[in-house]
Structure formats: C-alpha cells, structure tokens
C-alpha cells in the first residue's frame, strides 16, 4: 500500500478531519498524541463544517443580493425592500487559525511514530491501494426534489466527496437551462417564484464540481411542479 496523498479539495478534507477525529482516540496513547492534540481536533472539525456551511449560505446569497442591488438602483420604486439577510459569523469552538496545517502536521506526527503501522494507516485512511481509483467522470449524481411554497424548490444531493453540485432548470420543454444555484450542502433551495403565481412544470439537472469545473456527468433530468 502507498500512502494515501493530502487531500486537495475541501470536501476531501472534510472527510479526512472527520475519519481522524472519529478513530484517533483509540490510538491516542500508542501514537503518543496528547489532550491537547484531541481537543484541537475536535474543534477544527466542528470549525471546519461550520465554516464551510456559512460559506454555502453566502454564496446562495449572491444572487439575492445582486437583485436587491439592482432594485435599489434602478426600481421600479416601492416604498420599500427587504434586503437579504446574510449569516452572523459565530464560529461554535475556540478559534485556531491554520486548520489544514495543522492537519497535516498531525499526519506527519502520526506516521513518524515508532508505533504506527500500515494497519492503523488502513483505519485512519492514510493510505491507499490505487491513489487514482475514483474516477470523477464516471460519477452520475442524483437528485431528490421538494416542492416548497411559493416556487421554491428543495434540492437534496450528495457531494460524493467533490466540492459542490452545480444544479440547473427550466421549465418544462424550454429550450434554454438555467443555472438554479451551486450548492456546498444539502439541501440547497432553489427560490424562484412562477411568473404567473401558478403552479409550474420544471425540469431540473445537477453536476459535480471540483474547483468550480464540472467533473462528474450530468445527472437524469427530474420533473417537478411547483407549489404556489
């Protein structure tokens, strides 16, 4: 077995912070970790995942945000518009910058311990048998849709350890897809309000992403009708 490479993107991160925090503590004591290395862990997990939801959060915010920005700039004129309202930023344990470095001196730490075998490698998922044995080009996503009021539609997804999925729509039998949002967790929501204020017939696709570049193959086309 080779030793498996750091992680590039963060959704691999994430799941490499989550498999260390998760099977760590069996091998604190043989592989000469301390308390203070298994709290600072702990926290970089709960840092990490929260960090990377509010940044999801913000990004569905971009859109909304350009079109307050163009109705404040250029109307029509109404007495008044709700801005969009962006996350608070409260990180939910002690904050230690340097996250992935840290990760990776853990690492080092780890596999240069006298007691550190490729057994306990397996475990931790530090190595690999093929380094290149997930093929992004053969993934095909899935989706699961949810009508919500108003138009909205919720969209569910896994990642499949990529970066995000990039989801489009139209309605039914157009021509043209339209991006509905990139999306960093699941669910995504999709808010868009039929023209009419009646029920829509939608079709809707989804891709993976790995540093904002579409990697995966489209998903099937799903069909939904909105919900006014």
């Not at 596999?111 to 490698?121: D, L, M, Q, V, W």
């Amino acid at each position: 077995m080779a030793d498996k490479p750091f992680p590039r993107t963060e959704a691999e991160i994430e799941q490499l912070i989550d498999r260390l925090e998760s099977e760590l503590p069996a091998f604190q004591a043989l592989l000469g970790l301390t308390v203070g290395d298994m709290v600072r862990l702990s926290n970089a997990k709960a840092n990490f995942h929260y960090i990377r939801d509010v940044a999801g959060e913000i990004s569905g915010k971009k859109e909304s945000f350009q079109d307050f920005k163009n109705a404040m700039f250029n109307g029509p004129e109404t007495p008044s518009i709700d801005p969009p309202v962006f996350p608070v930023i409260a990180l939910p344990e002690l904050q230690e910058q340097g996250i992935i470095p840290f990760i990776r001196q853990l690492i080092k730490r780890l596999k240069a311990s006298p007691n550190y075998t490729e057994a306990i490698g397996e475990v931790l998922d530090l190595v690999v048998d093929s380094p290149d044995e997930l093929n992004p080009g053969d993934i095909v996503p899935e989706l699961k849709l949810k009508g919500l009021n108003d138009g909205a539609i919720e969209i569910k997804f896994s990642r499949q350890g990529l970066d995000a999925m990039r989801v489009d729509w139209r309605v039914k039998d157009a021509t043209e897809w339209q991006l509905a949002g990139t999306y960093t967790t699941s669910p995504g929501i999709h808010n868009q309000p039929s023209a009419d204020g009646k029920p829509e017939a939608r079709e809707y696709r989804g891709i993976l992403l790995s540093k904002n570049q579409p990697v995966s193959q489209y998903s099937a086309t799903y069909n939904i009708v909105t919900t006014p």
